[in-house]
């Protein structure tokens, strides 16, 4: 009889490995049992819908694409791309005195912490409590409620997050437009634009002066 305590694997024949393996698993019931078992376990994570991951991400990457641009736009001399940052500390780099940007945080940082938590293979279901940041960022509900795009009594926790990814996505995307500065301008009544009447719908003129003729919604 071989003694398989004295002899190296590459002598045992297939045999003596097998009888090893099963008495180390308490019979062949026992390895069948823990086979069968290791299977399910990788099916279970192998065969997971991915749809809900692939959105989230999705999501994810088109805001923190144009976070960057944002900053870029903002910081323009710090060579933003070289210095490495993680999505987090691009959050904290959003000006603390610019109001409607500011307001978006804790929604960005929700974001942040949803992707992290459905990136994990054996990953949780988005829940209430994730978005509820999202929900909580007045300009949101605000200017998305009122579209009629989502209702926020009914929208899945994904929705929301699709939904405030898309919306914050466009702020950024906005803010980081060199012609930003004119909009806010025009938006604040304290502020002086020189020219203006000339476009007020009640001038009968047939052009500005160093404009040109009205047309479209001027004319």
Do not use: C
């Not at 399910?40 to 809900?52: C, G, T, V, Y």
């Not at 012609?179 to 806010?184: I, L, N, T």
């Not at 009544?189 to 020189?194: G, L, S």
Request: charged share 20%.
């Amino acid at each position: 009889m071989t003694d398989a305590n004295n002899t190296s694997a590459f002598e045992m024949n297939a045999d003596l490995k097998y009888a090893r393996l099963v008495a180390l698993f308490g019979g062949p019931e026992g390895l069948v049992h823990h086979m069968q078992q290791r299977h399910k376990d990788f099916s279970a994570i192998w065969e997971q819908d991915s749809a809900e991951l692939g959105q989230v991400l999705h999501a994810h990457l088109v805001v923190e694409f144009f976070l960057t641009e944002y900053l870029k736009h903002l910081f323009p001399s710090i060579g933003l791309d070289k210095l490495g940052l993680r999505y987090a500390q691009k959050v904290r780099m959003l000006p603390a005195n610019g109001p409607s940007l500011t307001s978006l945080v804790p929604g960005l940082n929700a974001l942040g912490a949803v992707r992290n938590k459905v990136a994990h293979v054996r990953r949780a279901q988005i829940s209430k409590d994730d978005v509820q940041p999202m929900l909580n960022v007045a300009t949101y509900r605000m200017l998305v409620g009122v579209t009629g795009t989502i209702d926020f009594s009914t929208a899945t926790p994904l929705e929301i997050v699709l939904s405030f990814a898309q919306f914050t996505a466009g702020t950024l995307h906005s803010a980081s437009d060199k012609s930003h500065e004119k909009w806010a301008i025009a938006l604040d009544p304290t502020k002086p634009v020189p020219g203006f009447e000339h476009f007020l719908p009640d001038v009968p003129k047939d052009g500005v002066p160093g404009v040109g003729r009205r047309h479209g919604m001027f004319g």
